[in-house]
């Protein structure tokens, strides 16, 4: 199972309103593993940068000039996404910018169902809490001293552990995996192991000792028709 975790910065809060994307930033995820492929690109909008926008991710209008406009990078996005399972933190907001920049270049929309929300994940999860990035980061432990700025890859790869976290824990099902001698996972996703009795015990003695089984016949002749005596 292919899932992108993804996060975006924009120049404002509605692409409606003419505000556009300036990054994009991926992790790729298979069977909730991170594979160590990602997807980053700043983006230049081809518009200016409000100064509210640019105190919030740090990127300015002189810094992306000199990026490529979504045109250029439209492809390279739509391929490294491919038909994959989307996990983003306010689904709606980031999937609203790249549908508005995909709709520009007359490219199909992505549909809403490939969105997984983590807000809607965690405010399940924990009822009444902050479900912000990160207050999850937080709740889980996990580093954010580097960010100082809001940043798409980095967020996506928080975004990521905090995602896994959400599931049950980061690659979760690991443990269990390392407990039967598992030490890879197939290209089909299957768990494998170069040791083909990796996880098997050896078969356990089940004789029965004299003692026991004489103790057993006396316990019989006390009953009137046993069971255990009848064919």
């Given at each position: ?149 809001h940043g798409a890859l980095l967020d996506a790869q928080l975004l990521a552990d905090?995602?896994l976290e959400l599931l049950g824990g980061r690659q979760h099902g690991m443990d ?56």
């Amino acid at each position: 199972m292919r899932e992108i975790v993804l996060d975006t910065e924009t120049t404002g809060l509605n692409p409606k309103n003419g505000d556009r994307i300036v990054e994009i930033g991926c992790v790729e995820l298979f069977n909730h593993v991170p594979t160590g492929e990602v997807y980053h690109q700043y983006v230049n909008p081809e518009r200016d940068m409000p100064a509210e926008a640019e105190r919030v991710h740090g990127l300015s209008e002189t810094f992306l000039k000199d990026h490529p406009v979504f045109a250029e990078i439209s492809d390279a996005f739509v391929a490294f996404v491919g038909d994959a399972t989307l996990v983003i933190h306010n689904a709606s907001f980031d999937m609203g910018f790249i549908n508005a920049e995909l709709e520009r270049m007359n490219i199909e929309a992505i549909p809403m169902y490939r969105a997984v929300d983590t807000v809607s994940m965690a405010r399940k999860k924990f009822p009444g809490a902050q479900a912000s990035l990160d207050a999850l980061c937080r709740r889980f432990g996990i580093d954010l001293s580097g960010r100082e700025l809001h940043g798409a890859l980095l967020d996506a790869q928080l975004l990521a552990d905090v995602y896994l976290e959400l599931l049950g824990g980061r690659q979760h099902g690991m443990d269990l995996a390392a407990d039967a001698g598992v030490t890879s996972i197939g290209e089909n996703g299957s768990f494998t192991s170069d040791d083909d009795s990796a996880g098997r015990r050896a078969p356990r003695p089940h004789t029965i000792p004299a003692d026991e089984e004489a103790r057993h016949a006396a316990f019989l002749e006390k009953l009137k028709d046993p069971i255990w005596l009848r064919d």
